[in-house]
């Protein structure tokens, strides 16, 4: 079975401090991961996906994360908020290869203040 | 990446009617997923479009409720049928997309409210 668990449903920064998003995945075959976002009134944008390459993944707008299969978990970073990065904030597992559904986590709503 | 076209993008229905959303896939492609995602919550998986095959609904959806049609590898419908307020919520229809960036690719979203 799969799952995965966002750690915080509230994130706030001030803009230029760094964002952490957390996300820890729970799966029993080996995973993708992907992190989506969603501005309000707006779809799903995919910011970056882990398929099994690099544990280091970089994504769109300066966000990055790390996949840490010790540790079960694939957090969202980036050095510096800005102001447009203050959406809802998505955590997705599904296992690696043919078809499968994704599982979403709860959700994060990133808040960016001045 | 496959670019989905989703419509209508919102409306307001009465109670009891029933409402067909669309989902036209510039490409071909095998799955197509149907999603639910209720005010303040996250996305929840309605079913999976096969062409050519019935739906396999999830665990709490089932046919009658959300009925599916998948006639072609590029289009979709799913029908939200007797509505209830409960249904207000965004359906968003979603393609797997092995086309260069792999991931998954989203509609942009019907936002259905029941009065």
């Known amino acids: 079975a799969q799952s995965v668990t966002q750690l915080d449903s509230h994130v706030s920064v001030s803009e230029g401090t760094p964002v952490l998003l957390r996300c820890n995945y729970s799966?029993?075959?080996?995973?993708?991961l992907f992190w989506y976002v969603q501005h309000p009134n707006k779809g799903l944008q995919l910011l970056l996906k882990?398929?099994?390459?690099?544990?280091l993944v970089k994504g769109i707008n300066g966000f990055e994360a790390e996949f840490k299969k010790s540790e079960t978990s694939f957090h969202l970073t980036k050095p510096s908020a800005h102001m447009s990065d203050a959406a809802e904030y998505f955590c997705?597992?599904?296992?690696?290869?043919?078809?499968?559904?994704?599982?979403f986590g709860a959700g994060t709503r990133l808040a960016v203040h001045p | 990446s496959a670019v989905i076209s989703q419509k209508p993008s919102r409306d307001i229905c009465q109670r009891g009617t029933s409402l067909t959303i669309q989902c036209q896939v510039d490409s071909q492609v095998t799955m197509m997923f149907w999603y639910r995602q209720q005010p303040g919550q996250s996305l929840t998986l309605i079913a999976t479009?096969?062409?050519?095959?019935?739906?396999?609904?999830e665990s709490g959806f089932v046919i009658d409720k959300f009925p599916i049609s998948r006639p072609n590898l590029t289009f979709s419908t799913l029908t939200v049928s007797n509505m209830s307020p409960e249904d207000s919520s965004i359906y968003l229809c979603s393609v797997e997309d092995r086309t260069g960036d792999y991931g998954y690719t989203f509609g942009s979203g019907t936002r259905l409210t029941v009065v």
């Open positions: 799966s029993s075959y080996s995973p993708s």
């Open positions: 882990y398929t099994s390459a690099a544990t």
């Open positions: 479009a096969n062409q050519g095959s019935e739906a396999t609904y």
């Open positions: 997705v597992v599904t296992p690696s290869g043919g078809y499968n559904k994704l599982i």
